[in-house]
């Protein structure tokens, strides 16, 4: 404190002024003392960015293709909705073993079959040796699934 002046932390945003500032100086004094072509400059650029950053390659590694086998294994979840209802907190608290809650399927209706929670195809209930399954009678397509998440 000699000169008068408080000692206060270096402030960051000081620091990146000073460096931009330098690194503007040396290129303006680069640029007036040999002043060459743009393409000239790139070259001469190369070198530097060859060594921060690897050429990509276009081929890929022989123990990794592009084969849907790598994905088989993977654990979806499958869901087979019945249908939907909203019900206000008090009907909730009201249910007991025994009532019935009405949905928004209707009988016969198709039902909805789900991966993650997106709809992937509809079906019809089955009972194959006293345990439920569905069959299924349509598949939904990509343009389908679209056309029904904007409903």
Same mark, same amino acid.
């Given at each position: 404190?000699?000169?008068?002046? +408080?000692? !206060?932390?270096?402030?960051?945003?000081?620091?990146?002024?000073?460096?931009?500032? +330098?690194?503007?100086? *040396? +290129?303006?004094?680069?640029?007036?003392?040999?002043?060459?072509?743009?393409?000239?400059?790139?070259? %001469?650029?190369?070198?530097?960015?060859? !060594?921060?950053?690897?050429?990509?390659?276009?081929? %890929?590694?022989?123990?990794?293709?592009?084969?849907? +086998?790598? @994905?088989?294994?993977?654990? $979806?979840?499958?869901? /087979?909705?019945?249908?939907?209802? !909203? /019900?206000?907190?008090?009907? #909730?608290?009201?249910?007991?073993?025994?009532? /019935? $809650?009405?949905?928004?399927?209707? *009988?016969?209706?198709?039902?909805?079959?789900? $991966?993650?929670?997106? #709809? @992937?195809?509809?079906?019809? $209930?089955? /009972?194959?040796?006293?345990?439920?399954? @569905?069959?299924? %009678?349509?598949?939904? %397509?990509?343009?389908?699934?679209?056309? !029904?998440?904007?409903?």
């Amino acid at each position: 404190m000699t000169d008068g002046k +408080e000692d !206060k932390p270096a402030d960051p945003m000081d620091d990146w002024a000073s460096a931009l500032a +330098e690194q503007t100086s *040396a +290129e303006e004094t680069a640029a007036a003392a040999a002043p060459a072509p743009a393409a000239a400059m790139q070259a %001469t650029a190369t070198p530097a960015a060859s !060594k921060v950053f690897q050429p990509l390659e276009k081929d %890929t590694p022989s123990g990794f293709h592009n084969d849907i +086998e790598m @994905i088989l294994d993977i654990p $979806v979840q499958l869901t /087979v909705e019945l249908g939907r209802t !909203k /019900v206000p907190i008090k009907t #909730l608290l009201q249910l007991a073993q025994g009532s /019935v $809650v009405e949905l928004d399927g209707l *009988a016969g209706e198709p039902m909805d079959v789900l $991966v993650n929670g997106y #709809l @992937i195809a509809q079906g019809e $209930v089955v /009972v194959v040796n006293d345990k439920f399954g @569905i069959r299924l %009678t349509d598949i939904i %397509t990509p343009s389908e699934r679209i056309r !029904k998440l904007n409903r």
